[in-house]
């Protein structure tokens, strides 16, 4: 068991949170009770995950993605309004960590994909804080082999943008919505760019310029940062720690 705001304060510091620009308040984003025993995970704050986490008696919920995004309409109204209000009817606290889950050297979104993987982390690259990792596959895989490795850790088949047939070693990534880092990647003279997303701009882009890319799911890419942190939160306060899985194919 630990307070909640010792659990917030520890949260901050390990993740480096003021390290960060974001497009969301990263911390504790609902308040509730004072003491966490039960803590529940998941990769977004949707209802489904609130409601699962309240029927399993979770004390708090951590997630990647929570509320109050730069932009959207801050009224708490519709379905803002009933996901926050099961939370504070069930004194559930939430808290959420975007950009210092992804980028965290331990427990980050990037690093956990990495070892999933079988990668080999090499380095950073991109804006600073550097979010997005490259390094090498432990063989050469052809780029169908490597798109169904991914299929196969992730449980989800990648859309591919294929741009010949020569094997892969150096690969870049970053999970989530990071298709804007397909320039960079291969400015680097990777062989291959892993995300979440594509857009439209990405397919020509990486034929362009001549790099593989791999969209493999924003929430399938996203899973593992939030599991492993949890579990780390659980050991460390001997917390009881469960991870919320909900479909989503994006």
């Given at each position: 068991?630990?307070?909640?705001?010792?659990?917030?304060?520890?949260?901050?510091?390990?993740?480096?949170v003021?390290?960060?620009?974001?497009?969301?308040?990263?911390?504790?984003?609902?308040?509730?009770?004072?003491?966490?025993?039960?803590?529940?995970?998941?990769?977004?704050?949707?209802?489904?995950?609130?409601?699962?986490?309240?029927?399993?008696?979770?004390?708090?919920?951590?997630?990647?993605?929570?509320?109050?995004?730069?932009?959207?309409?801050?009224?708490?109204?519709?379905?803002?309004?009933?996901?926050?209000?099961?939370?504070?009817?069930?004194?559930?606290?939430?808290?959420?960590?975007?950009?210092?889950?992804?980028?965290?050297?331990?427990?980050?979104?990037?690093?956990?994909?990495?070892?999933?993987?079988?990668?080999?982390?090499?380095?950073?690259?991109?804006?600073?804080?550097?979010?997005?990792?490259?390094?090498?596959?432990?063989q050469?895989?052809?780029?169908?082999?490597l798109?169904?490795?991914?299929?196969?850790?992730?449980?989800?088949?990648?859309?591919?943008?294929?741009?010949?047939?020569?094997?892969?070693?150096?690969?870049?990534?970053?999970?989530?919505?990071?298709?804007?880092?397909?320039?960079?990647?291969?400015?680097?003279?990777?062989?291959?760019?892993?995300?979440?997303?594509?857009?439209?701009?990405?397919?020509?882009?990486?034929?362009?310029?001549?790099?593989?890319?791999?969209?493999?799911?924003?929430?399938?890419?996203?899973?593992?940062?939030v599991?492993?942190?949890?579990?780390?939160?659980a050991?460390?306060?001997?917390?009881?720690?469960?991870?919320?899985?909900?479909?989503?194919?994006?």
């Amino acid at each position: 068991m630990v307070s909640l705001m010792s659990l917030v304060s520890y949260l901050h510091e390990s993740l480096q949170v003021e390290a960060f620009r974001d497009y969301a308040p990263n911390g504790l984003q609902v308040e509730g009770r004072a003491e966490v025993r039960r803590l529940a995970s998941g990769v977004t704050a949707s209802r489904a995950v609130v409601e699962a986490a309240i029927a399993a008696g979770a004390d708090a919920l951590l997630v990647h993605h929570g509320y109050f995004w730069q932009g959207e309409d801050a009224r708490i109204v519709g379905m803002k309004k009933r996901r926050v209000g099961l939370l504070l009817a069930h004194d559930v606290s939430l808290l959420a960590y975007h950009l210092p889950l992804d980028a965290h050297a331990q427990f980050g979104n990037n690093v956990q994909l990495a070892q999933r993987l079988g990668i080999a982390v090499s380095g950073r690259f991109g804006p600073d804080p550097a979010l997005v990792m490259h390094g090498e596959l432990p063989q050469p895989l052809s780029p169908d082999g490597l798109a169904r490795l991914l299929a196969e850790r992730l449980g989800r088949a990648p859309l591919h943008i294929r741009v010949g047939d020569a094997a892969i070693r150096s690969v870049g990534w970053c999970t989530g919505a990071a298709q804007k880092y397909l320039e960079a990647a291969a400015a680097q003279g990777l062989d291959a760019y892993i995300s979440g997303e594509v857009s439209e701009s990405t397919v020509h882009a990486a034929r362009e310029l001549g790099i593989h890319y791999f969209a493999a799911g924003h929430h399938a890419t996203e899973r593992y940062g939030v599991q492993a942190l949890g579990a780390h939160l659980a050991e460390k306060f001997s917390l009881e720690h469960f991870f919320v899985e909900e479909d989503n194919p994006v």
